[in-house]
């Protein structure tokens, strides 16, 4: 049990996540404050759901390129929306999730018709909603956010835990579920183990691209939208510096690019070491552009952990590594 | 007259743009039979079974299923009516539990329902009790042997209902002892009453558990569902290729008294081999045979560096040496390498004949800028992509749209390029049609004529007997044994097999 609990994909970085916050704590008791607590939940639950976006389709061995323009596209409708057509901001928001979903299914409706790779069809993609999002903003933010979504964004519900961690949480857990418990999931992860055999066995490996972009069009959205409630402005360059983490956090978590290996609770803890560690930068008055070798650093011990760990089975297996 | 057959097909015809693939070809499959379909590469055994399985419509022609007609458009059509095919590839999500894999198809449908693992683990298990598989469900597929994978397979397409069962070379990755497993199983299915279609290159193993055969050829049925028993070896080789299989009549050459170009002496490597000897002379051919996991493949990969030598001592023409890398085999060692995967480790199929031809030879070429022009490759390469007949429109062709016996003459025109002294060629012809085969023994022998000192690994005795002027016989990672080809197949045969069971 104590090795299959060392070999799944979210114990590294669950192990690396309470060490760091052991030490930071020990140097900076003032670490482990409500109010620090507050901060990096937020942006936590943010950047989980940009993460997960990615994941669900990393998971059928696809890349989305367009997550932080999707993101950003829903987040200025959202903002937009409530400045100018006055929208009471419930409507906004189901309005700019639905933006984001559609604009996820346009690109796997294309990737599953057309057969050309994700990685094209999602760079020009990006290109477009980021094209529409700049034409409709001219650049410049929506300042009218109302004092509801603003609350929303920053309240604490209870002690430390703001609002903004329910979606994450809700989210997380829905995808667990899914991609464990529910058809859809378990086809979303034998098309990205292989995809032949999945096609084989009546699984429609186009469907299953379709819907998994969708998902994550419409995730791309949330963390659209939490990101206006929590700046309390529809910035049109949200999304902009989504794409690094976007990868970074999944893998962290033990994801493979080829499809078929993620993990939910492997991603949540990737997401959680880069905020501690942009914390810890800050919070000892480090440079923060220092976070970015620090995101590089923790992506390639990620993918050695987990090349050492497929070499050491192979070797068990008695077949040499490729 | 009996029962009706489980499955007939009549006056099965498919064409594709320029070749009629299948030409009103006929099959009759009893219930509780197992049923051979041979043929050489490209006689139309693979477009029969996907005929059979929906992936192809039929031009024209019947099928009938417990004597009703069946006209599958899709693959669930198939499975639905119970037929169910194991490939030749893997077709396993390796992430996968094994309870999982095997009931695959439950995961399409209704996108929304609950899969409960613990259900499909109990499921799992009567199908694993079936197959006397003895294994946790609930393990993923990807620590499995590829034996054990196989029967995950078979496992699946029992649990479908399947009543005819189609097995693509599924012995091809199994070593003997899986082999036999396997047969086991295979026999006890057919006793319960399930048909069984059986594909395979094995003739040994045909005659061995088969209890009916057809035989295709160019797309024709060379014979039509007719009782193996009484049917020899050569007989079957005779319907598949036309004609009795013969050793060229080339006289047996001893050249061991010519300089010794590469020996190998006491070697081990990290992969597994023990004390390996081996010397190679000029001008000589030197057979390993062996089944298939005996490391042949893997101790020419240790010869060309790319993986270390632990023990031992490698000598080149009397030197000793270290060979640390393929591109320090290539370049100083004048060491080349046809390997047997053509298509994954042999050529770049997307590249040009041109591109694949100079690969080698590039940094040779360069001048001191570093800069290569076309005309010096084409310089350099033409004569032997000339002299190897390759039929290509022009060197730009990519090498991915030439036939099977053309791709491996580029990739041994490659190594004469290259103007390489010790060839290593490995399974020189799986996937090539029986005429360019012979063509390409002609062009080994000759190569060696040349001066080449050349090692051959091939699991086709026929082509070893045909070649070799040595053989070394390797089991497990070991050499058991040598002998000089005495070019009389049966005897040569025997002593072969006698060395490898030793």
């Known amino acids: 049990m104590s090795g299959r609990l060392r070999d799944s994909d979210w114990f590294g970085p669950f192990l690396v996540t309470v060490l760091a916050v052991v030490t930071v704590t020990a140097f900076s008791p003032s670490f482990l404050s409500p109010f620090n607590v507050q901060i990096l939940l937020l942006a936590i639950s943010v950047n989980a759901m940009v993460a997960f976006s990615q994941m669900i389709i990393i998971a059928i061995g696809q890349m989305n390129l367009s997550v932080g323009a999707i993101g950003g596209l829903a987040a200025i409708a959202f903002g937009g929306m409530m400045e100018v057509w006055g929208l009471p901001w419930p409507l906004a928001a189901i309005v700019a999730l639905c933006i984001g979903l559609l604009a996820g299914l346009a690109n796997g409706v294309l990737v599953a018709m057309t057969g050309i790779s994700a990685f094209i069809i999602t760079l020009a993609s990006l290109s477009i909603y980021k094209g529409i999002n700049l034409g409709i903003t001219e650049a410049q933010p929506f300042y009218a956010i109302p004092q509801a979504v603003k609350s929303i964004g920053n309240d604490t519900m209870l002690g430390p835990l703001p609002w903004l961690v329910l979606p994450c949480i809700l989210v997380a857990v829905g995808l667990w579920y899914a991609l464990e418990r529910l058809s859809i999931g378990r086809a979303v992860l034998a098309v990205g183990g292989n995809a032949h055999a999945a096609e084989l066995s009546g699984i ?50 033990g994801a493979v690019l080829s499809g078929g290996r993620i993990s939910v609770a492997g991603t949540f803890f990737g997401v959680a070491l880069v905020a501690i560690f942009t914390q810890v930068l800050v919070l000892f008055d480090i440079d923060p552009f220092l976070v970015q070798i620090v995101l590089g650093a923790l992506i390639l011990w990620a993918v050695g952990i987990n090349r050492y760990r497929e070499v050491r089975a192979r070797r068990q297996l008695g077949v040499a590594a490729p | 007259m009996t029962a009706t057959p489980l499955f007939v097909a009549e006056g099965i015809t498919k064409s594709f743009p320029g070749v009629i693939a299948l030409d009103e070809v006929r099959l009759s499959l009893e219930a509780g039979s197992i049923h051979a379909l041979l043929g050489e590469n490209g006689a139309g055994k693979s477009t029969l079974i996907k005929a059979m399985t929906g992936v192809h419509p039929l031009d024209s022609g019947r099928m009938l299923l417990d004597g009703i007609e069946y006209r599958p458009k899709v693959t669930r059509e198939a499975t639905s009516r119970g037929i169910g095919v194991v490939h030749q590839e893997r077709n396993l999500v390796p992430r996968f539990s094994i309870a999982e894999n095997i009931f695959l198809e439950r995961l399409g449908g209704a996108p929304l329902r609950r899969v409960v693992h613990e259900k499909l683990i109990a499921d799992a298990r009567e199908w694993l009790d079936v197959l006397e598989i003895d294994a946790d469900p609930s393990l993923p597929v990807e620590r499995l042997s590829v034996a054990r994978m196989q029967l995950v397979e078979i496992a699946r397409a029992l649990s479908l209902g399947s009543r005819l069962l189609l097995l693509d070379e599924p012995t091809a990755s199994l070593t003997s002892h899986e082999t036999d497993a396997l047969f086991r199983i295979l026999r006890r299915l057919r006793d319960d009453g399930t048909g069984l279609m059986f594909v395979s290159h094995k003739l040994e193993e045909v005659q061995e558990i088969c209890d009916g055969v057809t035989v295709l050829r160019d797309g024709r049925n060379a014979c039509e569902s007719r009782a193996l028993a009484g049917l020899g070896r050569q007989d079957i080789v005779r319907l598949m290729i036309g004609r009795s299989e013969i050793i060229p009549d080339w006289e047996a050459r001893d050249r061991s008294d010519r300089e010794t170009v590469l020996e190998l002496e006491n070697v081990s490597t990290p992969l597994g081999h023990k004390g390996v000897d081996l010397a190679v002379h000029a001008g000589e051919i030197v057979g390993l045979y062996g089944l298939v996991g005996a490391g042949r493949s893997e101790l020419a990969k240790c010869i060309l560096g790319k993986y270390p030598i632990n023990e031992g001592r490698v000598s080149i023409r009397g030197e000793p040496v270290e060979i640390t890398s393929v591109a320090d085999a290539v370049r100083r060692h004048r060491i080349g390498y046809v390997s047997e995967d053509r298509k994954n480790e042999g050529l770049v199929l997307m590249h040009s004949v041109l ?73 020189p012809s799986v996937g090539i049609d029986i005429k360019t085969k012979a063509y390409l023994h002609e062009l080994i022998r000759e190569l060696s004529d040349g001066g080449i000192a050349l090692i051959l690994i091939t699991s086709d005795m026929p082509e070893m007997i045909a070649l070799a002027d040595r053989i070394v016989v390797m089991n497990d990672y070991r050499v058991t044994g040598e002998i000089a080809n005495t070019r009389q197949y049966d005897a040569m045969s025997e002593q072969i097999m006698a060395l490898i069971q030793g």
């Open chain 1, 204 to 253: 429609s490996v186009r469907r299953v691209t379709m819907i998994a972009h969708a998902v994550s069009g419409f995730l791309a959205a949330l963390a659209g939208i939490m990101l206006v409630a929590r700046l309390q402005i529809g910035q049109p360059t949200i999304g902009d510096d989504w794409l690094i983490l976007s990868f970074a956090a999944p893998v962290i978590g």
């Open chain 2, 355 to 427: 591109d694949n031809v100079g690969a080698p030879i590039w940094r040779r070429l360069a001048n001191r800028f570093g800069l290569l022009g076309d005309g010096t490759v084409r310089a350099h390469t033409l004569p032997f992509i000339e002299k190897l007949e390759v039929r290509t429109p022009s060197l730009a062709q990519s090498v991915g749209n030439l036939s099977g016996g053309n791709q491996q003459k580029v990739s041994v025109a490659k190594w004469l390029a290259a103007e390489t002294a010790i060839l290593i060629v490995d399974e």
